[in-house]
């Protein structure tokens, strides 16, 4: 059974960092793009950024661009996203997700993740 744990959230002040992590686990389960999403309040989950596992390449919405690094420990089967200059509209429920048969640009689709995390929250507040 594949199972997606989120972790690193919490409260933190404008412009400054944080880092989340997503550890995957579920025996054989090899997934083709792993992402984060992010569900603000009162919202619907968009995207916030997508990693290929096997070559890395990375997609990223615009407004977290140059902000956001997602990256991913394959031997570890960890997902990470190092947040920087983090913006109270970064307030959100961050969910990772892990995708079967995603690729190229159509990992940036929510609609093509299989499996989903609990949800961390991630509040950006002075």
């Known amino acids: 059974q594949v199972q997606l744990v989120e972790s690193g959230g919490g409260l933190v002040q404008p412009g400054t960092s944080l880092r989340l992590s997503c550890a995957l686990s579920?025996?054989?389960?090899?997934?083709?793009?792993m992402g984060w999403f992010r569900q603000p309040p009162g919202k619907e989950r968009e995207t916030v950024a997508a990693i290929n596992w096997s070559d890395e390449s990375t997609l990223y919405a615009d407004s977290v661009k140059g902000r956001f690094t997602i990256s991913r420990d394959s031997a570890k089967n960890t997902m990470y996203m190092q947040m920087n200059n983090v913006k109270p509209e970064d307030t959100a429920v961050y969910y990772c997700?892990?995708?079967?048969?995603?690729?190229?640009?159509?990992?940036?689709?929510?609609?093509?993740?299989?499996?989903w995390g609990q949800g961390t929250q991630v509040t950006v507040s002075s």
């Open positions: 579920g025996g054989t389960f090899s997934p083709t793009a």
């Open positions: 997700a892990a995708s079967n048969y995603c690729s190229g640009y159509g990992c940036y689709e929510l609609a093509l993740y299989d499996f």
